[in-house]
């Protein structure tokens, strides 16, 4: 594996405990997450090393990736705008919303970023196959940077699964496999051809610590489009939390480079249908208990065991955050409002987090001086079906 200079390797998020190897896998030590461990002293970077390049791709922070640009799968994955919002700015009684718009990306959702990291991973491991369970979203997502790789990508949806997201990834030419049921019961389906095929490479969420890692460049962007400053919220749709310790890595890792001071707020928005982290939130629980019978429209975040949960709890109770669950309805009705008054177009999963923001200026959240980014994980074309 060719490594950046900084990366030394995996350790364990739960225990710290290193990994054997930077393959994809649980600790062997108590089972839990991977997460990419870096020699920060030994970087040499200033705001003016990432400034100075062109804003065009998540490779441009290469020096805190585990791969170089040479070997990346990448089709200008990241680098995505953050949209002034001042209509929902307004609603909101805060200075200023700014929507990071990951909709822009090659297969239209912020899944991108985790699969040009992990499916570069998997081609320099020399993998042939990968497999993944996946709402939909990473599924596709996968399938693109497969086969731009040359690798076989398989991928286990559950029949809800969006018809763009089942029709793409058939066009990707990735094996796809419809499970009855929900994520969990896809998830299951995975596990079990995993089983069966040790030699196919996973890039199952928290399973390869390549996805995490890969998301946080959106904490390396949000920081720099603001000029080296850190907003004072970031209201995140929460499935699995990928994205969320992503982002909080990013950002502190700007933090310890010197690089920007403060922290951000860090909130969870679910919907009240799949609300495992809300649920455990408001009980002050430091982990998740699964949700039974999931059902929201807001299929990539419909996830009922999230098993970073304890992590997740950690950012928002570190940063002073929340988490919060609104309804599909009023997940709707914010989609459509941002829509008409700002012009942005969110996926339906995503509006989570602008609804989940409304829900927040309610109880106080914000001060009128806040700067609030809301993070719309996926384009609103991507759900047509909802
Ligand atoms: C996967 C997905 C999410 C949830 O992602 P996590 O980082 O696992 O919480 C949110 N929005 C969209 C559009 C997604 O596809
Ligand atoms: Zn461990």
Known sequence: ????????????????????????????????????????????????????????????????????????????????????????????????????????????????????????????????????????????????????????????????????????????????????????????????????????????????PYRHEGKKTMGYEIVEGLDWTVPDAIVYPTGGGVGLLGIQKGISEFHRLGLVEGSPAVYAAQSTGCAPIVRAWEAGADEHEPWVDPDTICAGIEVADPVASPHVLSVLRETGGSAVATDDDAILTAMRRVATRDGVEMAPTSAAAASGACALADQGAFTEDDAVVVVNTGAGSKDPDV
């Open 1 to 208: 594996m060719e490594a950046s200079d900084a990366f030394v390797g995996l350790a364990c998020l739960a225990c710290g405990e290193p990994a054997n190897g930077d393959v994809p896998g649980w600790c062997q030590t108590c089972g839990g997450i991977l997460d990419a461990q870096y020699e920060y002293e030994a970087l040499d970077v200033t705001r003016d090393t990432f400034a100075s390049r062109p804003f065009t791709s998540m490779w441009r922070y290469h020096e805190l990736l585990t791969h170089s640009p040479d070997e990346a799968v990448t089709m200008a994955e990241g680098c995505t705008p953050l949209v002034d919002c001042p209509e929902f700015a307004d609603a909101l009684g805060v200075a200023r919303v700014l929507i990071k718009d990951e909709g822009r990306n090659p297969t239209a959702t912020f899944k991108d970023r985790g699969h040009s990291l992990a499916i570069t991973a998997a081609a320099s491991h020399g993998a042939s196959d990968i497999a993944l369970a996946s709402a939909g979203n990473a599924g596709q997502s996968a399938a693109a940077y497969a086969t731009r790789a040359g690798l076989t990508a398989h991928v286990f949806v559950p029949d809800r699964a969006g018809l763009t997201q089942r029709a793409l990834i058939r066009r990707h030419g990735a094996r796809l496999e419809v499970v009855d049921g929900t994520l969990g019961d896809a998830g299951a389906a995975y596990e079990a051809a995993m089983a069966a095929h040790p030699e196919w490479y996973s890039t199952q969420a928290f399973v390869t």
